[in-house]
């Protein structure tokens, strides 16, 4: 069997970080993914996903996203049943991510990087300079004959 589901999009909301009463982090938003086809004359058009993250996950969208960031979620769907308040039976479909990464530029979310989880994020290393190669001669280069045919 397989159960995976890998969605980018944007936040639709910002993410509301709660605990449970054993105190385990829980977070769920809601995440707008723009379909790929787009019929002329008409506008595009978007899907609107259900997503919740646990523990440390959790902590990380909290703390990096707001409405509006783009987000890549990694996970698997997962459905459950409950009674609204009317009395009448309901199912939820969502993804529960598993990995949670930026997708924005750093302006747009305020950092970069991607990570699992808050625990193991870590700012990326800054890129350093090219190390400096010495010049060589032309010494070091063939003249090419080019007599305008095509070698085959």
Not at 7 to 23: F, H, K, N, Q
Not at 32 to 48: I, L, P, T
Not at 84 to 108: M, P
């Amino acid at each position: 069997m397989l159960n995976c589901a890998v969605i980018m999009g944007r936040l639709v909301a910002d993410p509301e970080l709660r605990t449970t009463t054993s105190g385990i982090s829980v977070i769920s938003f809601r995440v707008a993914v723009d379909r790929n086809f787009v019929r002329q004359g008409e506008e595009r058009q978007a899907d609107f996903i259900d997503v919740v993250a646990w523990r440390q996950t959790a902590e990380f969208v909290s703390r990096y996203f707001r409405k509006g960031s783009m987000i890549a979620v990694q996970g698997s769907i997962q459905t459950r049943n409950y009674e609204d308040r009317n009395g009448n039976k309901r199912t939820a479909v969502e993804i529960v991510a598993d990995n949670v990464s930026f997708c924005g530029s750093r302006a747009e979310t305020g950092t970069a990087g991607s990570a699992n989880n808050a625990s193991r994020y870590e700012e990326p290393a800054r890129p350093q300079a090219a190390p400096a190669f010495a010049s060589g001669g032309m010494g070091d280069f063939n003249d090419i004959q080019d007599d305008d045919e095509l070698p085959f």
